[in-house]
């Protein structure tokens, strides 16, 4: 049998307490058996007569309840829309006896309290929340395709209204215990070490006022609402959903129109409607690729980066930078943030100046006010020191060099710094393309070096790899994916080679993408066939983004390593030769020289394209689309056949949060494992006539005769 997951106990005797406590877990998650626990606690708890209230509370420091088991709805993803219907069932009407019961009951909420969670605090009759960080309030069901089902949808417009329901449900967000209140969804807001005693005060308020039960029968009932303010409410709603989902995610916009529809019911058919409307949802091919990220995720947060157990991270208390330009700042204000002391250095010293001062502005940025907090910035000011002289990075426990892109120029800066550094301490190069091996021959501590690379802009990507060097240490890679995570980034181990991984994989479709504008594919059909697949941008529009030079020259190196599949671009190098780079520049495949920088169309380009020009032929927007991303399912599976990665799931998640790769197909290994190997084979035959680059590989060959998926 299962170990207990709550206990009951009496702070008073009228008063019933049940504690949360998964044994052996950092959260409270309901499964199947914790659901049958509530079950038998409340039959119990129901037949008392002398109970005045009903509290919940959770033993897990920043934790209330983290939601269902996602890994039990995995395991269901198969089962018929009946017995969907059927498991969300179950869930209202274990939920909805709270608010049903002989006494008050009220959920005590000291941290995060999200999907299931929720639905169960919003089932008590009252909610009360500390006021610590930790303490949010959401539903973050759409976020893996599907919504609340079990009575969130029904419940909470009735609470807080439909308006602020809608906002909430169909963001996927959480909200603070502040703005819980502000909205009526939390009835009170009071420190952490009071929340026992004040929800308590609650119950004997209540009871004394019989306030819960007039709430109990008005949220019992439809909501009233005008059919004009109800349309306006729709349109408003549906619209906004689909400028952000693109209409590539259905829940946000399912759940809307079940809550339109459910307003004018009473509390029993809304349940009904909520089960019935997730059996639409509830196994289908994107929530399963969503629910596949969220696992993602979760490993990665948990991945040491290296087998051995035994092997942990040491402490990285104080870091050095060198190179105080946009990926320089960028990296020493991620450290700084999270109270990191940082010394950065630049070889000149109007750069370093500007470094420093971008570090301070962004560590300074308050959300709330959205501007600078001279509070924050005299808080971390002290953390960053502009260094003069190489020894002030002698006290760093990891120095990251983040200067320009030439072998030469880094080795030479780690034979003159390296002596400087304590011997315990790791030299990391952020590179994007440069061998660490290569780099590591300038060293005399090859075990201690590291690539560390960071991707542009670092505060908003997620993303870090971590490159393993011929000599690279265990110890040094655990400890470098302990800082990463502890600056709330997501790492991902990769082994030395050209590209390392995101790049490598990038390049594919980048250089498709020219081929096929120089076989007449016009740039607006390329880009929309990238987008309408799922990617935040196209990859002729990337280009520019990231700048045709820095293109150009990732593309050489790549050129170099991989001379029988990777097409060395005549367009690219007249691009850069004409000085056209991009949004740097102001020009590239587009003109960027308008209101905001936003791009606009050059009519001048084609006479630089022209004389290029292969043919001009109608390409389908079907084959542009697979050209585009064939060749990186091929290219992964070298990759894994050469052991850059360790697992499938670092090259998905890899291209998620490094290129945007869209998560409602679940990864490009998951994505493909949808068509499988066989079909992808057939999709690549029209295309042999264009060299290695769209043959398969002996890898997919073996997969598709032994059916076997990347996911196994």
């Known amino acids: ?75 269901a993803k198969d089962i018929q829309p009946a017995d969907t219907v059927a498991m969300c069932r179950r869930g209202q009407e274990l939920f909805r006896r709270l608010s049903k019961t002989p006494f008050v009951t009220v959920a005590a909420i000291d941290g995060m309290c999200v999907g299931g969670g929720a639905e169960l605090a919003v089932w008590c009759d009252r909610r009360i929340m500390s006021d610590r960080p930790q303490a949010q309030l959401g539903f973050p069901e759409v976020k893996i395709g599907i919504f609340p089902g079990w009575g969130g949808t029904v419940r909470t417009p009735r609470i807080v209204g439909l308006s602020n329901a809608v906002e909430m449900i169909s963001s996927g967000e959480s909200i603070d215990s502040r703005a819980a209140y502000a909205m009526g969804l939390a009835t009170d807001v009071v420190p952490a070490e009071r929340l026992q005693s004040a929800a308590i005060a609650l119950v004997r308020a209540e009871k004394a006022s019989g306030d819960y039960l007039r709430d109990r029968e008005r949220w019992s009932k439809p909501i009233e609402m005008s059919e004009t303010e109800l349309a306006f409410l729709g349109a408003t709603a549906s619209a906004y959903i689909q400028q952000q989902t693109k209409g590539q995610y259905p829940a946000p916009l399912a759940a809307l ?118 509070q924050r910035t005299l808080e971390f000011a002290p953390l960053i020191n ?37 011997d315990d301490a790791i030299l990391a190069s952020n590179t994007s393309a440069i061998s660490i091996g290569r780099l590591a021959e300038a060293v005399k501590k090859p075990e201690r070096f590291v690539g560390i690379h960071f991707f542009n802009p670092v505060r908003k990507m997620p993303l870090v790899e971590v490159i393993r060097g011929p000599q690279t240490s265990d110890q040094t890679i655990a400890t470098a994916v302990g800082y990463c995570k502890f600056i709330g980034k997501s790492p991902i181990v990769v082994n030395d080679g050209p590209g390392f991984l995101v790049n490598r994989l990038l390049l594919p479709y980048m250089n498709e993408a020219l081929e096929l504008l120089l076989e007449g594919a016009p740039i607006k059909d390329i880009d929309k066939a990238a987008k309408a697949f799922g990617m935040p941008i196209g990859p002729i529009g990337l280009y520019d983004v990231v700048g045709l030079d820095t293109a150009f020259h990732a593309g050489n ?30 020009v590239g495949f587009s003109l960027y020289t308008g209101k905001k920088g936003k791009p606009s169309p050059d009519p001048a380009l084609d006479q630089l394209i022209a004389p290029l020009m292969r043919e001009t032929r ?10 585009l991303f064939l060749p990186m399912v091929l290219e992964a599976t070298r990759i894994l056949d050469e052991k850059i990665v360790r697992d499938p799931r670092d090259v998905d998640l890899g291209l998620i949060f490094g290129i945007g790769f869209p998560p409602f197909k679940g990864g490009l290994l998951f994505w493909a494992d949808t068509l499988g190997a066989a079909k992808i084979i057939e999709q690549l035959k029209p295309y042999q006539h264009l060299g290695e680059r769209m043959k398969p590989t002996p890898m997919l060959e073996r997969m598709a005769k032994e059916g076997k998926a990347f996911y196994g």
Do not use: W, Y
């Not at 030769?577 to 740097?584: D, F, I, M, N, V």
């Open 618 to 627: 109608k390409i389908p927007g079907k084959e542009i689309s697979e050209r």
């Open 1 to 75: 049998m299962a170990a207990a997951a709550m206990r009951v106990s009496f702070p008073e005797p009228d008063i019933a307490l049940i504690t949360l406590d998964a044994p052996d877990k950092s959260a409270n998650i309901f499964s199947r058996h914790v659901l049958d626990e509530l079950d038998s606690h409340l039959a119990g708890l129901e037949k008392r007569t002398d109970l005045a209230g009903l509290i919940f509370v959770s033993a897990k420091p920043g934790i209330f309840i983290a939601g269902a088991d996602l890994r039990e709805f995995a395991a």
């Open 557 to 586: 190196v790549m050129h170099e390593a991989f001379p029988d599949r990777v097409v060395k671009s005549p367009l690219l190098e007249a691009m850069v030769k004409a000085g056209r780079l991009g949004e740097k520049s102001g």
């Open 386 to 422: 502009p260094a003069v002289d190489d020894i002030e990075f002698s006290t760093c426990d990891l120095v990251i060099e983040a200067i320009i892109e030439k072998p030469d120029a880094k080795q030479a800066l780690f034979r003159r710094l390296e002596p400087k550094l304590r």
């Open 257 to 374: 129109e079940l809550m339109l529809g459910s307003i004018a019911v009473d509390e029993t058919a809304a349940c009904v409607a909520e089960a019935e409307g997730m059996a639409a949802l509830f196994g289908s091919p994107i929530s399963r690729a969503l629910i596949n990220v969220f696992f993602l995720t979760d490993r990665n947060k948990k991945d040491p980066g290296v087998t051995d157990a035994s092997i942990k991270p040491a402490a990285i208390k104080s870091v050095g930078v060198i190179g105080a330009g946009i990926m320089g700042a960028g990296i020493a204000a991620a450290g700084v943030k999270r109270k990191l002391a940082t010394v950065i250095n630049d070889a000149s010293p109007e750069a370093m100046q500007r470094g420093v001062r971008n570090v301070l502005e962004e560590v300074s940025f308050n959300k709330l006010t959205k501007g600078a907090d001279v």
